[in-house]
């Protein structure tokens, strides 16, 4: 259990204490144990404010402390357990039917004596071990090991596929300005960082412009004194070849001085003295920490002569933090050309490869997903037996298992980064290794998961969406996350993890005993899961099989299943997985097409995330609101279901989501809406709702959303949609449902925008909107111009009508933004001045629009047009715009094409 799990543990403890809108915490026999619940809570408290004073310090610290926090949360995830297996037991026996499996294992008592002696044990130590109250009182030194970075210079012998980049940064170092500079080369490991720089530190022409080139490897750890001689090293041994006085002098000094005898100062003088007046190039390899180059930058005079700086790090924040505006180079991944030609170029020594290698050799690449350590582990085999074609096509079926397999290759470079984890970030990370390979993840579905997991750290006045959020933005950083598509507004959607990564994530996950991962059928008699009954256990499995066959997967503690295929044998036994599984906390079954909501669902009380498939008519039972812990709930259907009206039971509720099932036809999907919410009895915590229809008995969005940041409804616009007390509110799609729309016109009071004859108020926080099948005059586009805020403006499918839009006397402060898709609009009027942040301009299926007009190109900030699906008129206007790209009137990006003919 991580410290943000003891931390969800303690939020549910003080909900049984102190919580009673909730009627399964109102039962007597949980209420004869809020004592006992007290009790826990106050103990786990203090042992926090004990261990944890500094949850982000380096993980380097005490043996002792190290072995304290570790039995520390053994006992907290045995306290867990205990109050889980209660829980379940009174829960249980009071919503099951007779008719259905029991578990058996269920406690039915709550004894946490064992649990409570092992804190004091814990405390006992902590007070009687002196030099553990040194360490909790004093902050972590650093004091990793240094290691070695072989696997990184495999590399430097061969330079292939970074010619653009050596362009880049060598032009940057030499460019004609004074000031001392910063340039950064940021990437992950084994991407080709030492082999860039290094090609940059030998270049003839770098040779030339600087007076002194100094190589500093830094590497994980810090050593004031190794970075002064490897300053020094370089200097002497170009002195020797100078015969100037000064240099004379300096040279006698540096021969005459002893490196092991002398002081920290002197070396740092001498440094000081040899690189003032020069123009130096120094190179800091492999740099980990900001607080290393606070101490480094100290030691190089900025002699305003042009002397330039070059980092190499995996972790963004510590290019940023040396130059926030000097060039940060991120490295990406070679591509498969580039891939093969170093593959060759490293078996063949320059020779022509044979023709019969090019399959196999392109196979074995796209194998290496562009990672040129990968690529270079694979060709130190291959070149044993370089010209054997069958050994090839061997290699080919067999590359990631020889890439994993060297001992001093990709996973032990990798590794570097996973050992330089904080805490807070690891379980996070180790939970990429249960998804299939190259798998996508949604970063709004990932973060919900880490949430229901309980990875995530509270830190008071921040909501955990957006703390981890924070939290993949670092991975993203530290590139261990690869960025795979970016939302409208530039926020990250989707993400991927490199194949290596990936299985680091599953290699160290097994050895914690993290997940579970069934890819093929397992022997009965095999047994993976040897941990105690309390230690909790996620499951992941793309394959259809039925887990209660396998007696080794353990009921006690598993606490997550996630499938990736689709399958049937599961829905036959649901009641009894359900049953059997009562602690389950994640339950994703989106690849399972149940016939009908399941009876048994009722049992998991424990559940945060549910992701379910229903293909019957049937709607949700009522008794789904006793799920209180409920956090994320996930719906596919094809049918519409009607969420019950006591809803609101649900107090930990945050996200309510429904979509179709992905082989629906997409010409639907904007339509239906698989949720039918009628009415609401009480306010909720909901921060996002997706694809739900709202009924009458949902108009007061302030009184039964107050929390709500993102809202994708469906609702007729003939009813009040005052959407203004949404303080929170920051992205919004409201799709038109038409009834009989009134003709009388509406008043509106100063300031407070209305949609024409629809009424319809936006609060100022809202940075996204999409509207659909609105069908409202241009004239009301005017109504935007109120909200400030505004990043992202979608309009679809008739969202306005009319054949006229004109721009010039409306202003777009923020949007950076605007799609038009699908829109009876001929003419568009713009004034450049209307969009003076404008970066993305999308026009879709706009079949009667006859320009995007010229004053575009007068838009300072835009960088893209998009065009899909377009008229001869419209298609003629962009090819002018083209022309003034040509002409170098302006550099903006024109991506445009017919993908299919809409009819109207």
């Given at each position: 259990?991580?410290?943000?799990?003891?931390?969800?543990?303690?939020?549910?403890?003080?909900?049984?204490?102190?919580?009673?809108?909730?009627?399964?915490?109102?039962?007597?026999?949980?209420?004869?144990?809020?004592?006992?619940?007290?009790?826990?809570?106050?103990?786990?408290?203090?042992?926090?404010?004990t261990?944890?004073?500094?949850?982000?310090?380096?993980?380097?610290?005490?043996?002792?402390?190290?072995?304290?926090?570790?039995?520390?949360?053994?006992?907290?995830?045995?306290?867990?357990?205990?109050?889980d297996?209660?829980?379940?037991?009174?829960?249980?026996?009071?919503?099951?039917?007779?008719?259905?499996?029991?578990?058996?294992?269920?406690?039915?008592?709550?004894?946490?004596?064992?649990?409570?002696?092992?804190?004091?044990?814990?405390?006992?130590?902590?007070?009687q071990?002196?030099?553990?109250?040194r360490?909790?009182?004093?902050?972590?030194?650093?004091?990793?090991?240094?290691?070695?970075?072989?696997?990184?210079?495999?590399?430097?012998?061969?330079?292939?596929?970074?010619?653009?980049?050596?362009?880049?940064?060598?032009?940057?170092?030499?460019?004609?300005?004074?000031?001392?500079?910063?340039?950064?080369?940021?990437?992950?490991?084994?991407?080709?960082k030492?082999?860039?720089?290094?090609?940059?530190?030998?270049?003839?022409?770098?040779?030339?412009?600087?007076?002194?080139?100094?190589?500093?490897?830094?590497?994980?750890?810090?050593?004031?004194?190794?970075?002064?001689?490897?300053?020094?090293?370089?200097?002497?041994?170009?002195?020797?070849?100078?015969?100037?006085?000064?240099?004379?002098?300096?040279?006698?000094?540096?021969?005459?001085?002893?490196?092991?005898?002398?002081?920290?100062?002197?070396?740092?003088?001498?440094?000081?003295?040899?690189?003032?007046?020069?123009?130096?190039?120094i190179?800091?390899?492999?740099?980990?920490?900001?607080?290393?180059?606070d101490?480094?930058?100290?030691?190089?005079?900025?002699?305003?002569?042009?002397?330039?700086?070059l980092?190499?790090?995996?972790?963004?924040?510590?290019?940023?933090?040396?130059?926030?505006?000097?060039?940060?180079?991120r490295?990406?991944?070679?591509?498969?050309?580039?891939?093969?030609e170093?593959?060759?170029?490293?078996?063949?020594?320059?020779?022509?490869?044979?023709?019969?290698?090019?399959?196999?050799?392109?196979?074995?690449?796209?194998?290496?997903?562009?990672?040129?350590?990968?690529?270079?582990?694979?060709?130190?085999?291959?070149?044993?037996?370089?010209?054997?074609?069958?050994?090839?096509?061997?290699?080919?079926?067999?590359?990631?298992?020889?890439?994993?397999?060297?001992e001093?290759?990709?996973?032990?470079?990798?590794?570097?980064?996973?050992?330089?984890?904080?805490?807070?970030?690891?379980?996070?990370?180790?939970?990429?290794?249960?998804?299939?390979?190259?798998?996508?993840?949604?970063?709004?579905?990932?973060?919900?998961?880490?949430?229901?997991?309980?990875?995530?750290?509270?830190?008071?006045?921040?909501?955990?969406?957006?703390?981890?959020?924070?939290?993949?933005?670092?991975?993203?950083?530290?590139?261990?996350?690869?960025?795979?598509?970016?939302?409208?507004?530039?926020?990250?959607?989707?993400?991927?993890?490199?194949?290596?990564?990936?299985?680091?994530?599953?290699?160290?996950?097994?050895?914690?005993?993290?997940?579970?991962?069934?890819?093929?059928?397992?022997?009965?008699?095999?047994?993976?899961?040897?941990?105690?009954?309390?230690?909790?256990?996620?499951?992941?499995?793309?394959?259809?099989?039925?887990?209660?066959?396998?007696?080794?997967?353990?009921?006690?503690?598993?606490?997550?299943?996630?499938?990736?295929?689709?399958?049937?044998?599961?829905?036959?036994?649901?009641?009894?997985?359900?049953?059997?599984?009562?602690?389950?906390?994640?339950?994703d079954?989106?690849?399972?097409?149940?016939?009908?909501?399941?009876?048994?669902?009722?049992?998991?009380?424990?559940?945060?995330?549910?992701?379910?498939?229903?293909?019957?008519?049937?709607?949700?039972?009522?008794?789904?609101?006793?799920?209180?812990?409920?956090?994320?709930?996930?719906?596919?259907?094809?049918?519409?279901?009607?969420?019950?009206?006591?809803?609101?039971?649900?107090?930990?509720?945050?996200?309510?989501?429904?979509?179709?099932?992905?082989?629906?036809a997409?010409?639907?999907?904007?339509?239906?809406?698989?949720?039918?919410?009628p009415?609401?009895?009480?306010?909720?915590k909901?921060?996002?709702?997706?694809?739900?229809?709202?009924?009458?008995?949902?108009?007061?969005?302030?009184?039964?959303f107050?929390?709500?940041?993102?809202?994708?409804?469906?609702?007729?616009?003939?009813?009040?949609?005052?959407?203004?007390?949404?303080?929170?509110?920051?992205?919004?799609?409201?799709?038109?449902?038409?009834?009989?729309?009134k003709?009388?016109?509406?008043?509106?009071?100063?300031?407070?925008?209305?949609?024409?004859?629809?009424?319809?108020?936006?609060?100022?926080?809202?940075?996204?909107?999409?509207?659909?099948?609105?069908?409202?005059?241009?004239?009301?586009?005017?109504?935007?111009?109120?909200?400030?805020?505004l990043?992202?403006?979608?309009?679809?499918?008739?969202?306005?009508?009319?054949?006229c839009?004109?721009?010039?006397?409306?202003?777009?402060?923020?949007?950076?933004?605007?799609?038009?898709?699908?829109?009876?609009?001929?003419?568009?009027?713009?004034?450049?001045?209307?969009?003076?942040?404008?970066?993305?301009?999308?026009?879709?299926?706009?079949?009667?629009?006859?320009?995007?007009?010229?004053?575009?190109?007068?838009?300072?900030?835009?960088?893209?047009?998009?065009?899909?699906?377009?008229?001869?008129?419209?298609?003629?206007?962009?090819?002018?715009?083209?022309?003034?790209?040509?002409?170098?009137?302006?550099?903006?990006?024109?991506?445009?094409?017919?993908?299919?003919?809409?009819?109207?």
């Open positions: 259990m991580s410290y943000a799990g003891v931390q969800m543990f303690m939020e549910k403890l003080n909900q049984l204490i102190n919580c009673y809108d909730i009627p399964f915490i109102n039962n007597p026999e949980i209420i004869i144990e809020r004592p006992q619940f007290q009790l826990l809570y106050a103990e786990l408290g203090s042992m926090i404010r261990l944890f004073f500094d949850e982000c310090q380096d993980l380097h610290e005490h043996e002792g402390v190290k072995d304290l926090k570790k039995r520390f949360t053994y006992a907290a995830e045995e306290a867990q357990y205990i109050v297996l209660f829980l379940s037991n009174v829960h249980i026996r009071n919503i099951i039917p007779q008719d259905l499996p029991t578990f058996e294992d269920v406690n039915p008592s709550l004894n946490l004596d064992d649990v409570r002696k092992s804190f004091s044990s814990i405390l006992k130590e902590i007070n071990s002196a030099s553990v109250q360490t909790l009182n004093q902050p972590a030194q650093i004091s990793i090991s240094r290691t070695s970075l072989e696997s990184e210079r495999l590399l430097d012998e061969i330079f292939v596929g970074f010619d653009r980049d050596f362009e880049l940064i060598r032009g940057k170092l030499v460019e004609d300005t004074k000031k001392i500079d910063v340039v950064s080369i940021v990437g992950m490991g084994g991407i080709g030492t082999t860039l720089a290094t090609k940059v530190f030998n270049d003839g022409f770098v040779k030339y412009h600087f007076h002194v080139r100094v190589w500093v490897t830094v590497s994980q750890i810090y050593d004031k004194r190794d970075v002064l001689i490897q300053i020094l090293l370089p200097i002497r041994a170009e002195l020797n070849l100078k015969k100037d006085v000064d240099c004379v002098l300096h040279e006698k000094v540096l021969k005459n001085l002893d490196f092991e005898r002398a002081n920290d100062s002197q070396l740092h003088e001498l440094v000081h003295k040899n690189l003032m007046g020069k123009r130096c190039l190179v800091i390899d492999d740099i980990w920490h900001i607080q290393t180059w101490k480094l930058k100290l030691f190089f005079p900025n002699n305003n002569n042009g002397s330039r700086i980092l190499t790090t995996r972790l963004a924040e510590v290019a940023k933090h040396a130059n926030p505006d000097g060039l940060i180079h490295l990406g991944y070679l591509n498969t050309s580039r891939s093969f170093l593959l060759c170029q490293k078996v063949f020594q320059g020779n022509e490869c044979p023709e019969w290698s090019i399959k196999p050799g392109m196979q074995i690449v796209e194998n290496c997903h562009g990672l040129p350590l990968a690529v270079v582990v694979i060709a130190r085999v291959l070149a044993k037996d370089a010209w054997n074609e069958m050994f090839w096509v061997e290699m080919a079926y067999r590359t990631g298992s020889y890439i994993v397999s060297d001093n290759g990709c996973l032990k470079t990798l590794a570097l980064s996973y050992n330089h984890l904080p805490l807070h970030l690891r379980e996070c990370f180790l939970y990429f290794g249960g998804f299939p390979e190259d798998y996508t993840f949604q970063v709004q579905r990932l973060i919900w998961l880490w949430m229901a997991e309980g990875f995530i750290q509270d830190a008071g006045d921040r909501n955990l969406e957006d703390i981890a959020d924070s939290y993949l933005m670092d991975l993203i950083d530290r590139n261990l996350v690869i960025v795979a598509n970016r939302v409208s507004d530039g926020g990250v959607k989707a993400c991927k993890v490199h194949d290596l990564v990936r299985e680091l994530c599953l290699q160290k996950a097994r050895e914690e005993q993290f997940i579970l991962k069934l890819e093929r059928p397992l022997s009965k008699q095999f047994s993976i899961i040897t941990t105690s009954p309390s230690k909790p256990v996620r499951m992941f499995t793309n394959k259809d099989l039925d887990i209660l066959d396998y007696d080794h997967i353990p009921t006690q503690n598993l606490r997550s299943i996630l499938w990736f295929s689709y399958f049937t044998s599961l829905s036959d036994d649901i009641a009894k997985i359900m049953c059997s599984y009562v602690l389950l906390r994640v339950l079954l989106q690849k399972c097409e149940l016939n009908d909501f399941p009876k048994a669902m009722e049992s998991l009380v424990h559940l945060r995330y549910l992701a379910i498939w229903i293909s019957s008519k049937a709607d949700f039972p009522d008794s789904i609101c006793k799920l209180w812990n409920l956090q994320t709930l996930v719906c596919l259907s094809y049918d519409r279901k009607v969420l019950p009206t006591n809803i609101s039971d649900l107090v930990n509720l945050r996200h309510l989501w429904s979509y179709l099932p992905s082989n629906e997409v010409g639907t999907q904007s339509f239906k809406k698989p949720f039918f919410l009415s609401i009895g009480k306010p909720m909901l921060q996002t709702i997706s694809n739900v229809e709202l009924g009458d008995g949902v108009g007061n969005f302030q009184k039964c107050p929390y709500i940041k993102e809202l994708t409804c469906t609702t007729y616009l003939d009813k009040q949609n005052d959407f203004k007390p949404l303080t929170d509110l920051e992205k919004l799609k409201l799709t038109s449902l038409h009834r009989i729309i003709s009388a016109a509406h008043d509106n009071p100063k300031g407070e925008p209305s949609c024409g004859k629809i009424h319809i108020t936006f609060p100022e926080t809202l940075k996204t909107l999409t509207l659909v099948d609105c069908r409202l005059p241009w004239s009301d586009m005017s109504i935007f111009k109120l909200l400030v805020n990043q992202v403006l979608k309009l679809h499918n008739n969202a306005f009508e009319g054949s839009w004109n721009t010039d006397e409306q202003e777009f402060k923020r949007l950076k933004f605007l799609r038009l898709e699908r829109l009876n609009i001929k003419l568009w009027g713009v004034d450049s001045k209307s969009f003076p942040c404008l970066s993305q301009l999308e026009v879709f299926n706009c079949l009667d629009l006859e320009e995007i007009p010229l004053e575009t190109v007068e838009i300072p900030t835009l960088k893209l047009i998009k065009i899909r699906d377009y008229g001869h008129s419209l298609g003629e206007s962009v090819r002018r715009i083209q022309e003034q790209n040509d002409l170098g009137n302006c550099d903006i990006k024109i991506d445009i094409s017919m993908e299919i003919q809409v009819q109207f």
